[in-house]
């Protein structure tokens, strides 16, 4: 006889607990109206807080579980979901449930789990099923069963899972059957307004926390902040003391927790922290100010970290600063790895340093070091990392060869957050530079990483650049799907806008303006306004209005971005501009116009070796023949800063595009040879010695390829190929 615990379907008090998020409001309403809920996030973020604050005002039965685990074995986990759902509509005495459940088979189980689906909708009110700690269910068989329990749950259920992993199974069969909402740690992050909310609570919040006492404010304070570190929310525990002015129970609570407070992305509070000690004349302690120079980096405040890390190892301070590192195995370590972040947000040369970084990881610095795997989101509000600190190169710098790079440069199963803003930076290096192939190779790495903290500021311009290199070979199909995928992750509307305009200017490369239009719609009226004025935004917008043929406003947009570009040191954006400015004015036949501005693009662009952003341009092979011709012709302009070797280079360059054939398969080959003959469907299978079933079934899969709508079309895509 197996016994159920009790304590396991027993929703946990943590409800009163939960501090309200402004990211969360949203998705509050959406979850109410989903049929399923996934929450994921780390340790710390507050999961089973919220589900327990909002299910808590819900008119809705919940049935709740608590998993770890000895519940990965099937029949044990659908005990406990039968033994939580019954328990929620009260369907059976607690004692006989018990005992039916105990030694219930299989069979048994099914038996119950219909008796619920015919008296769910009888039921006055729904259920709604929560299982907590789902990342505790690891095992294959189950997930599968879980996955298929959950398509056939009756119309009188709705189920919530927290983890603090991403979905163990994937979540597309149930997008396609029910309205899923999905909760992600950048929802349950605390924003700078809620940390300011919860700092600054109104008297009477005060009053109805402490009512009715004679005790001093500090007092209570300090009582309040070590209730709420009994209840694991450490955020508001250290909150609490230092507006009690218990600075010694902040300073410990901070030290040994610390660690997780950043890694729980929560180093905007901690900085506040580290600054009310400051302002207080309250010394840190030197672990302190090292966890205080790694929040600040975090934040991207480089000269105030720049300041702290300084102040550690100041002459005044040597000798503290020698015990400490005596004392501390890994304080040295930690102290140059936040050196090095400086560098990189201050300075650029994620390369250089990243490679000095992986001598680190490589003599397993990591083991010995506190912050060593700690994440850091370097991009913070950028579509492509070139635009970033982290991207900056150095016109000294070359691009080495993608075999020599590839063994001199394996990361290997290196989590250093900063390794995958290393590859997104070679990714995005060798799409420029025309290297499709090691681009994606050095972008999935990226992704991987990206995925694994969490980060969009790596996800949202490595799906980016995963979209161009769809575009690159055709296959517009696989980068809307890229979008699609892309945009689930989104963590808000700020990152959202990218993916649209992304979007936009795949449909543009299709031909469909109305639709890009639409989607480009969505970019307007931005409640961040500068992610509305950003230049890629921008300049997709002048794309459509270039198909509008608006050319004066595309060509006015363009210098826009242009000037901007100029302005910020932005060499690669400087560059795109320059090349639409040219084709705003190859469309109206401008061609000396449309030369000068391709010389301006050029002679940015020698000195890098870009090629790829001119390949982009479908019309590139026809303008740089006119630009061939105009330079001829017009002997009294300077074309000098334009080697001719680097304008074949780009003719090549846009001239190698692959073989339609490349795509299809040898029988479709076979096929798409024949359709230049003309003959009827039967007879081409009769002469390829096959079905005209099976000959339509190719026909579809090489206008899938080729992107082309209708047999027509390959037709003429098979003429242009002979």
């Keep these: 006889m197996t016994a159920l615990l009790a304590s396991k379907i027993q929703i946990p008090a943590h409800a009163e607990s939960w501090i309200s998020r402004e990211n969360m409001a949203s998705v509050q309403e959406e979850a109410i109206r989903s049929d399923v809920l996934f929450i994921s996030a780390p340790e710390g973020y507050g999961k089973t807080a919220f589900l327990a604050h909002w299910t808590k005002n819900l008119d809705e039965n919940i049935a709740w579980l608590t998993v770890d685990e000895t519940d990965n074995h099937s029949l044990c986990f659908f005990r406990y979901i039968v033994y939580a759902v019954y328990s929620a509509c009260a369907l059976l005495p607690q004692d006989r449930l018990q005992r039916e459940l105990a030694n219930a088979n299989r069979r048994e189980l099914n038996a119950m789990w219909d008796l619920y689906k015919q008296a769910g909708s009888r039921l006055e009110k729904p259920v709604r099923l929560v299982i907590d700690d789902f990342h505790h269910i690891n095992n294959p068989e189950l997930l599968e069963m879980i996955q298929y329990f959950v398509v056939a749950m009756p119309e009188s259920l709705k189920i919530c899972f ?176 936040v050196r090095s972040y400086i560098t990189i947000i201050k300075m650029g040369g994620v390369t250089e340093v990243g490679q000095w970084l992986q001598k680190g990881f490589n003599l397993n610095a990591g083991q010995s070091s506190k912050f060593y795997l700690l994440p850091l989101q370097f991009n913070k509000d950028e579509p492509i990392l070139w635009r970033t600190p982290v991207g900056r190169h150095k016109k000294t710098d070359r691009l080495e060869s ?98 649209h305009a992304c979007q936009a200017l795949i449909y543009l490369k299709e031909q469909h303006v109305q639709l890009a239009e ?68 190859a469309r109206s036949g401008s061609w000396e116009q449309m030369a000068r501005a391709l010389q301006e693009a050029m002679t940015c662009s020698k000195e890098y070796g870009y090629t790829q952003l001119f390949a982009e341009e479908d019309c590139m092979e026809a303008m740089l023949k006119e630009y061939a011709k105009v330079r001829k012709q017009r002997g009294d ?9 680097y304008v074949e280079r780009l003719v090549q360059a846009t001239q190698r595009t692959a073989p339609l054939t490349d795509l299809l398969t040898a029988r479709e080959q076979e096929v798409f040879s024949q359709l230049t003959s003309g003959e009827p469907d039967h007879k081409i299978a009769k002469s390829l010695s096959l079905t005209e079933g099976m000959l339509r079934i190719h026909l579809t899969s090489i206008c899938e390829k080729l992107n082309v709508k209708s047999r027509t079309e390959a037709m003429l895509k098979a003429y242009k190929a002979k």
Excluded at 295 to 320: P, W
Excluded at 637 to 645: A, N, R
Aim: aromatic residues 12%.
């Design 518 to 585: 639409e989607i480009l719609s969505k970019t307007e009226n931005a409640v961040d306004e500068n992610c509305e004025k950003h230049s890629f935004i921008s300049l997709v917008r002048a794309r459509m209005l270039l198909e509008n043929s608006s050319q004066e406003a595309a060509l006015e947009a363009v210098r826009r971005v242009k000037l901007d570009a100029q302005k910020e040191a932005q060499v690669l954006t400087f560059i795109e501009a320059a090349i639409l400015e040219s084709v705003c004015y």
């Design 162 to 337: 927290a983890s603090r992993s991403l979905a163990p199974i994937s979540l597309t069969l149930w997008h396609s059957l029910f309205t899923v909402t999905e909760v992600r740690a950048e929802h349950l992050q605390l924003t700078s307004n809620d940390i300011y909310k919860m700092q600054h609570p109104k008297q009477q919040y005060v009053r109805k926390e402490f009512a009715q006492t004679e005790e001093p404010d500090a007092v209570l304070l300090k009582n309040a902040a070590c209730r709420y570190l009994q209840q694991g929310d450490i955020v508001r525990a250290i909150t609490h003391a230092l507006k009690g002015k218990a600075y010694p129970l902040a300073a410990a609570l901070m030290t040994n927790y610390g660690e997780q407070m950043i890694r729980n992305r929560h180093t905007l509070a901690f900085a506040a922290w580290c600054y009310e000690f400051e302002e207080a004349g309250i010394p840190l302690t030197l672990d302190l100010q090292l966890l205080f120079a790694f929040s600040l980096v975090a934040e991207h405040k480089a000269e105030e970290a720049d300041r702290v890390t300084n102040q550690m190892t100041a002459e005044n301070n040597r000798k503290e600063w020698n015990a400490f590192t005596g004392r501390v195995k890994s304080a040295a370590y930690d102290y140059f790895l």
């Design 402 to 499: 993608p075999s020599f790079c590839q063994t001199k440069y394996s990361y290997g199963s290196n989590k250093l957050s900063v390794t995958g803003y290393y590859h997104g930076i070679q990714a995005e290096t060798w799409y420029v530079n025309g290297y499709l192939k090691e681009a994606g190779q050095a972008q999935e790495a990226a992704l991987l990483l990206a995925h694994h903290y969490q980060d969009p500021g790596l996800l949202i311009p490595m799906y980016i650049l995963r979209c161009k290199l769809y575009l690159a070979k055709g296959e517009t199909a696989k980068a809307h799907e890229t979008v699609k995928n892309a945009l689930s992750y989104a963590p808000d509307s700020f990152w959202r806008k990218f993916l």
């Design 637 to 645: 302009i300077d074309w000098s800063g334009v080697p001719s070797f």
